[in-house]
C-alpha cells in the first residue's frame, strides 16, 4: 500500500501563488509515475501535471503557470502554482502509480481544496 497525504491548499486570490506538496509513505517502491488531478464544483476529475522518468507533462491549461517536482529524498512530490485564475478553482488530489506484477496501480491522496477568488 502507498498513502498519500496532500497540503497546502487554501484560499488565494487571483493572480496568487501557491505550493501544494504530497508526502508519500508505504510501499513507495516502483512509484515512478506521479501526478496531480483537480476537479472543480460539479465537473469531472482531470489530470493537471505529471512527472515520470525525468519527464513532466500538462494540462492545456496550466502550462507556464504549474510547475510539477519532486524530492526523492523526501519522497515528495510537488505542484507549484503561479498566475492563479478563478476557473483553477477546485479540490485537488495526489496520485502515484506503480507497477505491480506487470499492472499499473492508482493510490489518490484524501485531496486539499484550492479556491481562487476576490
Known amino acids: 500500500q502507498v498513502q498519500l497525504m496532500e497540503s497546502g491548499g487554501g484560499l488565494v486570490q487571483p493572480g496568487g501563488s501557491l505550493r501544494l506538496s504530497c508526502a508519500a509513505s508505504?510501499?513507495?517502491?516502483?512509484?515512478?509515475?506521479m501526478g496531480w488531478y483537480r476537479q472543480p464544483p460539479g465537473k469531472e476529475r482531470e489530470l493537471v501535471a505529471v512527472?515520470?522518468?525525468?519527464?513532466?507533462n500538462y494540462a492545456d491549461s496550466v502550462k507556464g503557470r504549474f510547475t510539477i517536482s519532486r524530492d526523492n529524498a523526501k519522497n515528495t512530490v510537488y505542484l507549484q502554482m503561479n498566475s492563479l485564475k478563478p476557473e483553477d478553482t477546485a479540490v485537488y488530489y495526489c496520485?502515484?502509480?506503480?507497477?505491480?506484477?506487470?499492472?499499473?496501480?492508482?493510490?489518490w491522496g484524501q485531496g486539499t481544496q484550492v479556491t481562487v477568488s476576490s
Open positions: 512527472v515520470s522518468g525525468g519527464t513532466t
Open positions: 496520485n502515484a502509480r506503480k507497477i505491480v506484477n506487470l499492472r499499473p496501480l492508482d493510490y
Open positions: 508505504g510501499s513507495i517502491v516502483g512509484t515512478n509515475t
